[in-house]
């Protein structure tokens, strides 16, 4: 019997907000971001291991990571 599993991730934009970059320093918009690990058997998702969420600038590329309560405010503005 031939079992496939492994784990796949993937990312998406949750929604863009105005900002402050703490790199460039230039005030622009912002991508929000979650990046899922997912577990796959026979390459259906069958669980999400971890989730991750970034705040990502636009103009230089910096991602600062942002916990889930950040980023429930963040939505919220």
Do not use: W
Request: charge should be positive; hydrophobic fraction near 40%; glycine fraction near 6%.
């Amino acid at each position: 019997m031939l079992v496939i599993f492994g784990i796949t991730r993937t990312q998406r934009l949750l929604f863009a907000r105005p900002g402050s970059c703490p790199r460039c320093r230039v005030a622009g918009p912002h991508q929000v971001l979650e990046q899922a690990s997912r577990l796959t058997f026979f390459f259906i998702p069958v669980l999400t291991t971890r989730r991750h969420y970034f705040s990502e600038c636009l103009n230089c590329g910096c991602r600062t990571e942002l916990s889930r309560q950040q980023k429930d405010l963040l939505a919220a503005r």
